[in-house]
């Protein structure tokens, strides 16, 4: 019983964070039709806001202290952060609170890039061919990926949550079971909260803005929407910005659950991919949907006692259930008729 | 530089055809070495020897790569004669003069092998029949390793392993021509054993997560055996996907297992995740069984353990060398490679350059290049004085057998370097084993060409 | 088509073919400026080849973008190197096995997969072979021998050989009746298939069945509204480009046996999309240029580390020379990722439709766009949009 109270909060936790990940994926791909093989580098350069301020705020004076030599024959560094040096306790509190804080420089930054990639290179393939459109957007994956790695390397770079937030809530208790039966970490809980309410916000704003109604009208026909007057090129531009910021901060919130290293994209890539897709081409609902079932399963296909009557059922799961989806339901979840059947 | 290779293409190949018709008949030759009717291929014509170092420079491992061709740069400075010496003044016995090897000067050459095994093999590959390497060196893992050996086996040329910890690499895919300093996993599970009792007990339930390939199954398997010699029960062994990056739903199940040390057969990235995880389900504040829970990561690497952060605090594993090690080798190695870089080395860049300078000793001793007599000159080579204590190359599977270091996450690190502290340097006599459990065969010296 | 048919080819397409095969049978030849002209490049030049043209005969033709043909590669391998550990040394049988094998795969993931159009197909057949990596990672280790790869043993029966040849000392290496499949000899048969195949796809591309498919890229759906069924058609092409894949693999096994579960993964899928999208889609040539470029990058720029750039520039004074050094360094070596990246941006930016529609912009150029041999090649390869 607690084992499978226990998957099910893994796989909810599981599919929150997919359902975000993939969320920006839905309004760039899903929505405005370009196959954006940079999803994953925008998450990954949402995570590497969070290293940045961490890295910012724990910058260290360093004195050298010629007295004791280090190993190698130079003198031992004695470091003190400035921030601390500076403010004190508060700045212990900043450094201590920089995962979240960094949601405040990531939403800026990553509004900054995804506009810079819409004009200066996405806009110019909105007509061109789907494969055009992979190849430019991995391409610059690839650099994206590249010039971090310059910066920071190729080891992953842990970044630890709020203090108040490590360790693991017992919700067993909450719910009368006997304590320590049912622990999980408080930071999930968070991620799993700040992704319903990202999710949430997205829709509302899609659904009940003007701003909204009208892309979505522009997706629906963009001719016409242009015809009655309206800017429909500044309004995707936003778009991108916005599923940029999306992905960014899904990137951020990740930081302690996944010390992230320049790689991370490409590893959630196929992923997001999965779950647009098995949701439904141009379906926000249909990807979150995709996102809690592919999580949920994933999470129950991993238990000894699935994996032992299906050796390997935990490697190819989401991959089997994409399938068997797809085959049932041809345009996934909830997909709209003819977008990217072409 | 796309232009280069794409429009003028037909033009430029019409007048190369035209030349090519006419030198068709010796073009062949100039590639393949055989023709000159060289004993052995690319046996070194000119002043200088090249040697091929083959590390992975893009993906996961890439810092780990980079710290290799650290290591091997300063071992080709060493060997020429330039630099402080290293380990060259410490290394017993030694035959190298700082005059490069056997009076030619050391020159070298670099690929990526992405850590995977069929660019391993196309850039060894290249290193060999096209810039004329003598012998390969390098990487990151125990798949490309293995790749490689084979690889090296059948060209006739000699590999000295860098970082693989598989029990098969010097186990059931042993090759005449590999050469292995690093520790596998079978010495990680005797050194950590007896340790383990010491500080645990010997009444305990262990729970492994196992990354689900060659390498982390033999590590399972060396600590399952070790921990259960010592009285230890195994509650589950859970194999888990490469890669998986989110390990939650492998850690819940060991909540409520009733197990009381998690043994994390994982290393790289997969480490670091899981690692991290684990701490965060609470598990270290765990009490099962009336005790404090534990978590045990096998194989041990600080430049890797920087990315756990504070989480590695604590936690015991062995690891092949570390550089706060006393002893005159190790220190001369850290000197020369902090003086030249600025920060000490990592276990990864020890083991090659302790490698490249073996090769080269090998050479002298033999007093040539002809790779079967330089495997005759490491296979059962003693030496001491380049850490790890007296070693020795064993002839039947071209393991070195030495000293393995035990060692636990440092609770209060006075760098960022300082992420381990030894707890126990284990003899090299506890963790030798008999070289035919592994199976395997080796392979002839002389391979046609 | 009968046997008259197929030889009956425009003198364009002659033409093509004849200087199609000169360039290859030359490589070690011109190859030798650019330092690539050393047996296991030229091997990979050749077989990254057969690859890249196989998977256009379905992207190219019918639009369909496969995300997992690296899976049928990895099938080809693998059972290229079986056949050797089983039966014989010789490339044949296994090239043979593998060429079936990795048709039979084709067969059953394409007419799975075609059941669905667009990203629709494009998902599933990622999903396909993302499965078959996984599994052959980790479950299927028996078969595949997991993450190390499958190599040749000495212990190995070899049915076959062990009639004619006795006990050896060491590793059997392929050989093709005696001659042995390493080195120049095995760059040469790689490129005779490379050709060999190079012309069925250019009989494929003026056949028939080549415009059928051509019509169905153009418009699916009113060919299905006829009352024509397509995909028999499709799933033809679906298979034909496995085997293709599957001869690629089989070669790969057969110039270096050893076959690895991450030939098998998404990664290597999505290259064998780049090279074609690179070159230029539904181009006769561009996938093979794209496929060069992309090996050559992969394996050359990666080698040049900083004591090679040192060599370089030498000849400049010290101080301009470090900087020079330094700048180049983040392009080549470690660094090679960035400069393919940057060509993928630049190429599909300022070429829509890859490097093989900047080679028709140098051609018109030079002829005044006039009609001669050329120009009347370049039609075919004009690109259509994928949609």
Known sequence: MDAILLQLLNGLDKGGAYALIALGLTLVFGTLGVVNFAHGALFMLGAFCAVTLRKLLTLEQVVLDTENLTAWGTPTEIRTPYVEAWFGDFGAVLVNYSVPLAILLAIPVMLAVGVAMERGLIKHFYRRPHAEQILVTFGLAIVLQEIIKHFF????????????????????????????????????LVYFAFSVIVIGAVFAFLQFTTFGMVVRAGMADRETVGLIGIDIDKRFTAMFGLAAVVAGVAGVMYTPLLPPDYHLGMDFLVLTFVVVVVGGMGSLPGAVAAGFLLGILQSFASMTEVKAIIPGIDQIIIYLVAVIILLVRPRGLMGRKGVMES | MTERNDGPSRRRVLKGAAAGLVTAGIAPTIITSRAYGQEYRNKPSGDTVTLGFNVPQTGPYADEGADELRAYELAVEHLNGEGDGGMLNTMQPSNLKGNGILGKKVAYVTGDTQTKSDAARASAKRMIEKDGALMITGGSSSGVAVAVQGLCQEMGTIFMAGLTHSNDTTGKDK???????????????????????????????????????????????SMKNATEALGWETVNTVKTPVGAGDFSQYITPVLNSGADVLILNHYGRDMVNSLT??????????????????????LFSRLMAQGAGDNIKGILGSTNWNWSLQDAGSQAFVKSFGAKYGFPPSMAAHTCYVQALLYADACERAGTFYPPDVIRALEGHKFDGMGNGPTEYRAEDHQCFKDVLVVRGNENPTSQFDLLNVVQQVPRSQVEYDASIFGGELGPYEVSM | MNLQGIFSMSRKDLTTLVIFSIVVLALPIWLQPFGAAYPDLMQRFAIFGILAIGFNILFGLTGYLSFGHAAFLGVGSYTAVWTFKLFSMNPIPALFFAVIMSGLFAFIIGFVSLRRSGIYFSILTLAFAQMSYNLAYSVLTPITNGETGLQLESSDPRIIDSMFVGEQAGLPVSNFFGLEMSGIPGFYFCAIFLIIGFFITQRIFASPFGMMLRGIKSNQTRMNYTGFNTRPYTLTAFVISGMYAGLAGGLMAVTDPLAGAERMQWTASGEIVLMTILGGVGTLLGPIVGAWLIKYFENIFSSFNENVLHNLFGFLPDGVESVVVEITSMFVGEGWHL?????????????????ME????????????????KKANADDKQTQPAE
């Open chain 1, 153 to 188: 390397g190729a080891n992953p770079i842990p970044q630890p949550m709020p203090e108040n937030f490590s360790g693991a809530a017992d919700i067993g208790v909450m719910l009368g079971m006997d304590p320590n039966v049912i622990v999980y970490p408080w930071w999930r």
């Open chain 2, 175 to 221: 090759r005449r021509y590999g050469f292995r300093h690093f520790f596998n996993a079978y010495m990680s599970g005797a050194a950590l054993g007896p340790v383990l009792a010491d500080e645990y007990g010997t009444e305990r339930r262990a729970y492994h997560l196992t990354a689900d390939y060659n390498w982390g199954w033999t590590q399972e398997e």
């Open chain 2, 277 to 298: 995880q684990a701490v965060q389900f609470g598990l270290r504040d765990k009490q099962v069984n009336g005790k404090d829970f534990q978590i045990v990561v096998p």
């Open chain 3, 339 to 355: 400069t393919l990246g940057l060509v993928f941006v630049l190429v599909v930016t300022f070429l829509p439709g890859g490097i």
């Open chain 3, 358 to 373: 900047g080679y028709r912009r140098i051609t018109a150029m030079f002829t005044g766009g006039g009609g001669d041999g």
